[in-house]
C-alpha cells in the first residue's frame, strides 16, 4: 500500500498570498496518477488536479500541480478567500488501495 | 447534468448492518467505476473499495474484505455500498465517487455524491 505524506498539517495565509501544499508518496506513483481535492466545511471533496498537473475542467489556473515519482505539490498563485479549505492528495489508477493523505488544513491568517 | 444522488442518513446499532445507495444519472452508466470513500468525524478521506458497473467486478481495501459488499443494478442506474457487524467507528459520512476519464486518461474522482451519514449508536 502507497503511503502519503502531506506537509504541513497547517497552512496560515492571508488572501493574496502563495500557498505551497506538500504530498510525499512512500513509493513512486506511476504514470503520475496523483490527484488534488479541496474540501470545504459540510461539502464533498472537489476535484483539482490529476495526473500530477492538469486541472479538472472549471478549475482556476491559479492552482497549479507540479511533481513525479515521489513528490507533488499543489500551489496557489494568490489564495483567494474561497480557498480557504482543507486539501487532500491521493494516487489512483494503477495499485489499489487508492490511498489519500492525510490532508493539510489551510486556514485565514 | 452528471450526479450522483445518494441515499438518506442512517441510524443503526452496533452488530447491524446498512446499505448506502447511489444513483448515478446524466452519463453512461457502465463506462465509470464508482468508488466509495467515508470520512469519520473531522478525520480525512479513507478509499474503501470501488465496482465496474459494466461487470460488478469490485475491488475492496483490505481493512473491508468480508464486511463490505458493493453491488450495481443497471435497470436503475443505482450503487449499492451494504457494511455488516457495524461499530461505533464505523460512524462517518460515506461518498459515492466516480472514476473520471478525459481522452482515454484516468482523472480520478471527478464527480461526487451528497454523501450519507452512518451514525452507529
Known amino acids: 500500500e502507497i503511503v502519503l505524506t502531506q506537509s504541513p498539517g497547517t497552512l496560515s495565509l492571508s488572501p493574496g498570498e502563495r500557498a505551497t501544499l506538500s504530498c510525499r508518496a512512500s513509493q513512486s506513483i506511476s504514470n503520475t496518477y496523483l490527484a488534488w481535492y479541496q474540501q470545504r466545511p459540510g461539502q464533498p471533496p472537489r476535484l483539482l488536479i490529476y495526473?500530477?498537473?492538469s486541472w479538472a475542467p472549471g478549475i482556476p489556473d491559479r492552482f497549479s500541480g507540479s511533481g513525479s515519482g515521489t513528490d507533488f505539490t499543489l500551489t496557489i498563485s494568490r489564495v483567494e478567500p474561497e480557498d480557504f479549505a482543507v486539501y487532500f492528495c491521493?494516487?489512483?489508477?494503477?495499485?489499489?488501495?487508492?490511498?489519500f493523505g492525510q490532508g493539510t488544513k489551510l486556514e485565514i491568517k | 447534468q452528471v450526479q450522483l444522488v445518494q441515499s438518506g442518513a442512517e441510524v443503526k446499532k452496533p452488530g447491524a448492518s446498512v446499505k448506502v445507495s447511489c444513483r448515478a444519472s446524466g452519463y453512461t452508466f457502465s463506462n465509470y467505476y464508482i468508488h466509495w470513500v467515508r470520512q469519520a468525524p473531522g478525520q480525512g478521506l479513507e478509499w474503501m473499495g470501488m465496482?465496474?458497473?459494466?461487470?460488478?467486478?469490485?475491488n475492496y481495501a483490505q481493512k473491508f474484505e468480508g464486511r463490505v459488499t458493493m453491488t450495481r443494478d443497471t435497470s436503475t442506474s443505482t450503487l449499492h455500498m451494504e457494511m455488516t457487524s457495524l461499530r461505533h467507528e464505523d460512524t462517518a459520512i460515506y461518498y459515492c465517487a466516480r472514476e473520471g476519464t478525459i481522452f482515454g486518461v484516468l482523472m480520478g474522482n471527478d464527480i461526487w455524491g451528497q454523501g450519507t451519514t452512518v451514525t452507529v449508536s
Open positions: 465496482i465496474n458497473p459494466s461487470g460488478g467486478h469490485t
Open positions: 495526473g500530477a498537473s
Open positions: 491521493q494516487q489512483y489508477g494503477s495499485s489499489p488501495p487508492y490511498t
